[in-house]
């Protein structure tokens, strides 16, 4: 069974910049989209960004010209690079695998902790 491994988060200060990776391992299908997606506590689940096959991207608007996300598609392995990191950025982070070719199905990571102090 596939899994998908996720690492890079931390405690960093205001203003400061972290990279999550997450890497797709064992037998897991093929991929599609790729995102990351955030949980504060006692809020929901929100998409961050999300990065197709062939590099279209979007990002949410709270993170716009400040978190880039991106991937490498021959090892299954998708980043994000957080800039100007904010208090309210501080939540757990999760990426997310879409499969290829079955709509709903997909992959979750484990979750990284990003916290970011004022």
């Known amino acids: 069974q596939g899994q998908l491994v996720e690492s890079g988060g931390g405690l960093v200060q205001a203003g400061g910049s972290l990279r999550l990776s997450c890497a797709a391992s064992?037998?897991?299908?093929?991929?599609?989209?790729m995102g990351w997606y955030r949980q504060a506590p006692g809020k929901q689940r929100e998409l961050v960004a999300v990065i197709t096959r062939g590099g279209f991207i979007n990002y949410s608007d709270s993170v716009k010209g400040r978190f880039a996300i991106s991937r490498d598609n021959a090892k299954n392995t998708v980043y994000l690079q957080m800039n100007s990191l904010k208090p309210e950025d501080t939540a757990v982070y999760y990426c997310?695998?879409?499969?290829?070719?079955?709509?709903?199905?997909?992959?979750w990571g484990q979750g990284a902790q990003v916290t970011v102090s004022s």
């Open positions: 997310n695998a879409e499969h290829r070719y079955i709509s709903g199905l997909t992959s």
């Open positions: 064992g037998n897991i299908f093929s991929i599609g989209d």
